[in-house]
């Protein structure tokens, strides 16, 4: 059975690289129905923190990517010591001011048989002996990561390609200790657009942060597995789709650039597909941080009406930020227009007009609103394009939207009641 693990290191936040090589190991056990380990490697004392450890786990969690197993590397210090000592005494380490060191081979060559690169050899006259055990009593990441990768019976070891060097002096230690060596995968780097390896100067890179930025985890697991994996010409996948169509053979031996218009692309199409009812619990917290739409003014609104209001005008939103500001419409709040209402006499009559034509209508549905707006403008001689962009400009602080009828049924008759006098007094409500 398929074993995997993610095993990073809690000196900062989950980076973008990161994320991808959890992906993909989560990918690669959900699809063939094995075990995904999340492993702490907080040996580092020095710079191992429980709050990055806190924001790692937080980032896991957003993306959904659960784990069968967990544990931290310190946990199994026991077992580091024992396997330590089983190389000394074999002579095949020794100590030199304080800390143990391996004795590396010296002739021949070692090959990694690489599932994505292919065949790696590595000339052993060129690497030299490496310590295992720091002269504190800490054990060193290719130790560590060999004896608990061995102990927890793990099939595939798939991370970054910066991993490469270090697999050689993996191999030694698996074969000096007895133990039968994983399948190694190494995955191409992310570049940044400049073709550079990506980076804190490229911007932003912590997952958590595309979170705050209003992206949906199953948009931003869609774009980490877009990253070096592909699957003919489709671009747009459901967590679901991806468990189904995942195989190492399918990644690509090629660098992947990050691409954030494609990013916030793809959220939209995710944004675009999402139920309207789960959509709207997503954007809430966006709007009550905006300030204005508290808890109780959102209850107030209604399941209904909150979902009808989403699936109108996320058409147009990148982001759940985006979503959310122009789902303002929907609330008692000042607008703040991008436009302001121009009102000439005749204007002014016809607005009159259909405010009260409004007033009697309900349900305030689109259809009700079409038929009572077009009847008033008739008997008036007028037409829909007198006086629609003056509504809009009123209603929504916007020139342009969705359906006009859709839109005005949305915000409802009072706020459009409301927001049409205000017009016509020169004020914004």
Not at 81 to 96: I, K, N, R, W
Request: aromatic share 8%; glycine share 8%.
């Amino acid at each position: 059975m398929v074993r995997v693990r993610f095993a990073p290191s809690p000196t900062g936040y989950l980076h973008v690289g990161g994320a991808r090589t959890a992906l993909f190991n989560w990918l690669f056990a959900r699809h063939s129905q094995g075990t995904f380990i999340l492993r702490i490697e907080d040996t580092d004392r020095t710079r191992s923190t429980e709050e990055s450890i806190d924001q790692i786990v937080e980032a896991m969690r957003w993306l959904g990517l659960d784990w069968d197993e967990y544990c931290r590397q310190t946990d199994h210090s026991d077992a580091h010591q024992v396997a330590a000592e089983s190389l000394l005494d074999a002579d095949l380490a020794y100590e030199h001011e304080g800390a143990w060191w391996f004795r590396v081979p010296k002739e021949g060559q070692t090959v990694v048989h690489d599932e994505l690169l292919g065949d790696v050899s590595f000339q052993n006259e060129q690497l030299k002996d490496f310590a295992i055990r720091r002269s504190d009593g800490t054990f060193v990441y290719n130790f560590a990561v060999v004896v608990d990768d061995a102990d927890a019976g793990i099939t595939h070891v798939i991370r970054g390609d910066d991993h490469l060097n270090n697999t050689p002096k993996q191999i030694f230690l698996y074969h000096a200790l007895g133990r039968p060596l994983p399948r190694f995968g190494h995955l191409p780097m992310i570049l940044g657009p400049d073709r550079t390896r990506l980076s804190k100067r490229h911007g932003v890179t912590s997952v958590l942060e595309y979170r705050r930025r209003g992206l949906l985890p199953g948009a931003m697991v869609n774009f980490l597995a877009r990253l070096g994996w592909s699957h003919g010409d489709q671009e747009i996948f459901t967590r679901e789709e991806l468990v189904s169509l995942f195989s190492l053979e399918s990644i690509g031996s090629s660098s992947a650039v990050f691409e954030e218009g494609k990013l916030r692309w793809l959220n939209q199409q995710h944004m675009k597909a999402a139920d309207p009812t789960r959509l709207a619990h997503e954007v809430r917290p966006f709007l009550l941080e905006r300030g204005g739409v508290t808890e109780a003014v959102w209850d107030a609104a209604g399941e209904e009406r909150l979902a009808r209001g989403v699936a109108l005008l996320r058409d147009r939103s990148g982001t759940l930020v985006d979503l959310a500001e122009v789902m303002t419409i929907l609330f008692p709040l000042p607008l703040s227009a991008e436009e302001k209402v121009a009102l000439d006499a005749e204007k002014r009559d016809l607005v009159r007009a259909v405010i009260a034509a409004f007033e009697p209508v309900d349900p305030f549905t689109p259809e009700a609103v079409e038929r009572a707006m077009r009847e008033a403008l008739d008997e008036r001689g007028a037409k829909l394009k007198d006086v629609a962009q003056v509504c809009r400009i009123a209603v929504t602080g916007r020139s342009v939207g969705p359906s006009l009828f859709d839109t005005l049924a949305v915000v409802g008759r009072d706020l459009v009641l409301g927001r049409l006098q205000a017009a016509l007094a020169g004020a914004t409500a």
